[in-house]
């Protein structure tokens, strides 16, 4: 039953902040050049924190070296901040060298817990990730003397190196398994980020608008988005993938568990990103086709990875011999696919609807999932 230190939720406090001027880069221009620009960065971003909660639910021993260590990483995580606002322009360099910063010291970690004698049976993993990750940060260091747009190509190398590194490490995975109640608080934890910021992302909308009912019932439609992720993300949320990882070895589904976190919470932060938009242009007309597919594509990305979630528990507990939650995780996965759906045949049919028309058609499909689990869900019943 081991939990987050409060040193890790420190840690998650800085990162709120470069979630934040990500969430303000997307506002700034809310098109799909905008999305992409915002997806590119969300990338080393989430993988930056990913590798401090995965090293800690291992190998955390909360000793002095460990701590500052974990505070440089933080300082290294606000310069990411820092230069996140322009990262695809005057302040590339800057930020490569804070996300080569933050990795080279996560190196220093795992180096320093490979000599240490308490962990020798691990040292082949830690062999692996200190040289792949050292590679990385490598590419990185050196992409900040190359000027763009070469510099992102050696962003992207860098990236595929840092990705393939725990991919490539096989069996090593089930033998130094993650910890089976801590890393899915982690990843919870980072959720509950995301989710803070998409009630943010909407709130503030509201004060450019005239104070009247309609603002006000479109703001509370708008709320119900992010309040309905949190509810059907948490009643969900288990280690069943790395259960089934540690018992049976089941690497494929205990990474489709891990990676489907990523769209899930760049998901999550656009919904934020675009029911805030909704709301500030509540009194206008229909929303252009692409600002409709940003805002529907959001949400149906929201729940979708929420279904692949789902699979990945679902199988697992097929392989952990555990079929009545097999059956009840697939049934959970469909409602959410099924939603997601629903949600993208509105840009897809190019239906004209107003923002309040639009916001109440989201608003009622992420409902009816909680109406859903309300009336089936083990818990609620």
């Not at 503030?204 to 509370?220: A, H, K, Q, R």
């Not at 009622?364 to 309300?374: E, F, P, S």
């Amino acid at each position: 039953n081991r939990h987050a230190t409060w040193l890790e939720l420190f840690y998650d406090l800085v990162f709120v902040v470069v979630i934040f001027q990500l969430a303000h880069n997307l506002e700034e221009d809310f098109s799909l050049y905008g999305f992409l620009g915002f997806l590119a960065l969300f990338v080393p971003v989430w993988w930056s924190w990913t590798g401090a909660a995965f090293y800690a639910t291992r190998f955390d021993t909360d000793d002095l070296g460990h701590r500052i260590l974990i505070l440089l990483q933080m300082v290294g995580a606000a310069f990411l901040a820092v230069n996140v606002s322009d990262a695809l322009g005057n302040d590339s360099v800057g930020f490569a060298l804070s996300y080569a910063a933050i990795r080279i010291i996560l190196v220093l970690e795992y180096v320093r817990t490979g000599i240490s004698k308490s962990f020798s049976s691990a040292t082949p993993l830690i062999r692996r990730y200190s040289i792949g990750f050292l590679c990385a940060a490598i590419v990185w260091i050196i992409s900040a003397f190359i000027p763009p747009p070469f510099r992102f190509v050696l962003w992207g190398i860098g990236l595929v190196i840092d990705f393939a590194t725990p991919i490539t490490v096989g069996r090593l995975h089930s033998q130094f398994a993650p910890h089976i109640s801590h890393l899915p608080e982690r990843m919870g934890l980072f959720t509950i980020l995301v989710l803070g910021e998409s009630v943010l992302g909407v709130v503030p909308g509201i004060s450019n608008t005239e104070f009247d009912i309609y603002s006000m019932l479109i703001l509370g439609l708008g709320l119900s988005i992010p309040f309905s992720l949190w509810w059907l993300y948490f009643d969900s949320v288990d280690g069943a993938p790395i259960r089934a990882l540690r018992e049976k070895g089941r690497i494929g589904l205990y990474s489709l568990w891990l990676f489907g976190h990523f769209p899930l919470v760049v998901a999550i932060t656009s919904v934020g990103v675009g029911i805030g938009y909704i709301v500030s242009n509540a009194h206008g007309s229909a929303l252009s086709y692409s600002e409709q597919w940003l805002i529907c594509g959001s949400v149906a990305l929201s729940l979708g990875a929420q279904g692949i979630l789902h699979l990945s528990s679902a199988y697992s507990y097929l392989s952990t011999g555990s079929t009545q939650d097999y059956r009840a995780s697939r049934k959970w996965a469909t409602y959410r696919i099924i939603s997601a759906g629903m949600a993208l045949l509105i840009p897809i049919l190019r239906i004209p609807l107003s923002p309040f028309l639009l916001v109440c058609i989201l608003s009622a499909i992420c409902i009816a999932q909680i109406v859903i689990d309300l009336k089936q869900h083990p818990h609620h019943r």
